[in-house]
């Protein structure tokens, strides 16, 4: 990669392939092109634009917003003129930008709409070192006179105008950028606590991108759908450096809930998503054949039983003969073709997962589906760790290590890697989370192994694993991946080891998929938090819970639990902004359900403090029934 940068693999982009769609946006049902000039004209412009505004080297830029076009300019720009860009995700609340905001330091904030801008005006009071807001959507935002704001295009016709005297500065600019600047503050998503700013530079990220292209030739796909959040270094990853590394087209969905259709439309061979999106695909999945008509789910039931066989084949290195083969081409073309056709899936030749992991049950069923899903282990401060390879996969590991990689394990298990995609550490992080980052190393927190093989297991956060009474490990997050693979279950808090004698669980009913299986069921309901609580649907789970405790140890079975009268949020703190379970403080808000757990109590009542919308608040009891499984 020698010395090249983002900006740089732009500019040469731009030169090298011209006239071709470097991305498209889709608005109002059409999609709009932008060439690989246009692209890099529009960064430039950009840029040009906020050195007028009075941007120098090392300013902080913030940018928040869904996915698109406007994004990816400023990011760009932002540090092809040896600023920090920053992502913030579009779903935090004011609270959350704050301290991201205070933390970073930021002079500039892009944002895309009204609701963002709102968001970033009720704290200018209290963030005197932010000086320009720039909207790119100003839908809703035509009477608002507010000296900070300024629109998008604004700041690129003040660029264009700065241009006619300063052809070459913007040029300059770019060919000055180093490997070793940074690139992106990516904040983690505040599982242990709260989010930490990690330094990612341009070595970092193009590394990445140097390394997938190594391992899977389909990255150089025609199209990418950009549907994770921008704010995640997958994002970075994915949808900014592999794109610009390989000259792929990135494709921008008109929001979230064309989401779907969109994906379908563009039908790419390469897709990447959370662990979280491929569970909910499951389930989506399992949920529309448990309303088919008998014989769709017959056939379905059936197909799904002769592929899995070739699955599990596979998976020790068997192959199935002639004529399983063709029972499972016919499967393939009856059922799964048509089901991946409807998800926006049938072209995909490769699918990764990172950013936590999947259980075994999902990611053999997703391959029974055809998937050729690779689950990558990969961390916001080490990049890339470990990856399956084509033919190489293995449910319960999260692959080899990549090329040129190192793995160790410490004194207490502990996981630490070095390699050219880890950062050198944090944006004025808290006293002691340097020692995270020691020589080169950096200590990710998990706890795993390597197999015989030279595949890697991931077992869990080291803080989170624990001893059980009657011997062995406890891994939460194992067992929680396993009970989200039902569709009548949106989320799992598991709890156990220390001085409790068995495991328990904190179930999130999904309450689309079990309020259509009430209506079947003539349940009668009226809320989610009357419906979580009906015996018809504690025995609807306790079956769900048993089945899964069939493929489980004995000791790492789940023996209570209750149905939790509300979801998951990450509003409520309960989840991050990646949808991952912040533990420690959801145990500390449901101790008391926890403790009830642990007893002989039968049930358990719970206070919900709620907010109204004129600023009111009111607690409301909700009584929750604790029962155990068989």
Request: aromatic share 10%; hydrophobic share 40%; charged share 25%.
């Amino acid at each position: 990669m020698s010395d090249k940068t983002i900006p740089k693999l732009l500019m040469q982009n731009s030169i090298d392939f011209g006239n071709k769609v470097a991305m498209r946006k889709k608005h109002l049902g059409i999609w709009k092109h932008y060439t690989w000039k246009e692209y890099y004209d529009n960064v430039k412009y950009f840029g040009l634009g906020m050195l007028v505004l009075g941007m120098n080297r090392g300013d902080r830029v913030c940018m928040i917003g869904d996915n698109g076009p406007e994004w990816y300019w400023a990011d760009i720009a932002a540090g092809a003129l040896g600023g920090v860009p920053l992502g913030i995700y579009s779903d935090c609340i004011v609270s959350e930008i704050k301290y991201i905001m205070e933390d970073s330091g930021a002079r500039f904030a892009v944002a895309r709409d009204q609701e963002q801008v709102d968001k970033l005006l009720s704290l200018t009071e209290s963030l005197p070192f932010l000086e320009k807001i720039i909207y790119w959507d100003n839908k809703g935002l035509w009477s608002y006179k507010n000296p900070e704001l300024i629109s998008f295009a604004e700041v690129q016709k003040l660029g264009l105008e700065y241009e006619e005297h300063n052809k070459e500065t913007f040029k300059n600019n770019v060919e000055a950028t180093c490997p070793e600047d940074i690139c992106f503050l990516a904040y983690t998503s505040g599982t242990t606590g709260l989010p930490k700013g990690a330094i990612v530079s341009h070595r970092n990220l193009l590394a990445f991108a140097s390394c997938s292209f190594r391992q899977y030739p389909a990255y150089l796909s025609r199209e990418y759908v950009s549907q994770i959040a921008p704010a995640w270094l997958a994002e970075q990853w994915y949808g900014l450096a592999c794109p610009l590394f390989g000259g792929t087209t990135i494709n921008f969905p008109e929001g979230p809930d064309t989401a779907q259709i969109d994906l379908r439309e563009i039908a790419p061979n390469m897709v990447a998503a959370p662990p979280r999106a491929w569970e909910m695909i499951a389930s989506r999945v399992q949920a529309l054949m448990m309303d088919a008509n008998f014989i769709k789910r017959w056939v379905y039931t059936l197909a799904i039983r002769i592929s899995l066989r070739k699955t599990n084949l596979q998976a020790r290195d068997k192959h199935n003969n002639l004529f399983w083969r063709a029972l499972n081409r016919l499967a393939y073309l009856a059922v799964f073709r048509p089901i991946r056709d409807k998800l926006g899936l049938i072209h995909v030749r490769v699918a990764f997962t990172s950013g936590g992991f999947l259980a075994p049950n999902v990611f053999r069923y997703l391959a029974a589906l055809g998937l050729n899903l690779k689950q990558a282990y990969a961390t916001t401060e080490a990049g890339l760790i470990c990856i399956h390879r084509n033919d190489d996969v293995d449910y319960e590991t999260v692959g080899q290590l990549i090329p040129g990689g190192e793995l160790r394990l410490g004194v207490n298990g502990e996981i630490m890697v070095r390699s050219d995609m880890s950062v050198s550490g944090y944006w004025q992080g808290p006293n002691g989370v340097h020692e995270r980052f020691t020589g080169g190393w950096v200590k990710t927190g998990d706890a795993g192994y390597f197999k015989e093989d030279g595949h890697f297991v991931v077992i869990d956060r080291l803080s989170d694993m624990t001893d059980l009474p009657n011997g062995g490990k406890f891994s939460p997050s194992y067992i929680e991946g396993r009970l989200r693979f039902s569709p009548y279950i949106r989320e799992a808090m598991v709890v156990g080891g220390g001085q409790r004698s068995y495991v328990a669980a904190i179930v999130s009913i999904d309450f689309e998929t079990v309020s259509r299986w009430a209506d079947r069921t003539h349940v009668i309901y009226s809320t989610l938090a009357d419906l979580s609580q009906k015996q018809e649907v504690y025995d609807l789970m306790r079956s769900e819970i048993m089945g899964i405790n069939s493929n489980l140890p004995q000791n790492n079975r789940v023996m209570r639990f209750v149905n939790l009268h509300k979801e998951l949020d990450a509003d409520d703190a309960e989840l991050t902004r990646t949808q991952k379970l912040r533990r420690d403080y959801a145990a500390k808000l449901y101790s008391g359900l926890i403790t009830a757990l642990y007893s002989d109590d039968k049930e358990c009542n719970m206070q919900t403090e709620v907010k109204y919308r004129d600023g009111r608040t009111k607690l409301v009891t909700t009584r929750i029934k604790i029962e155990s499984v068989s």
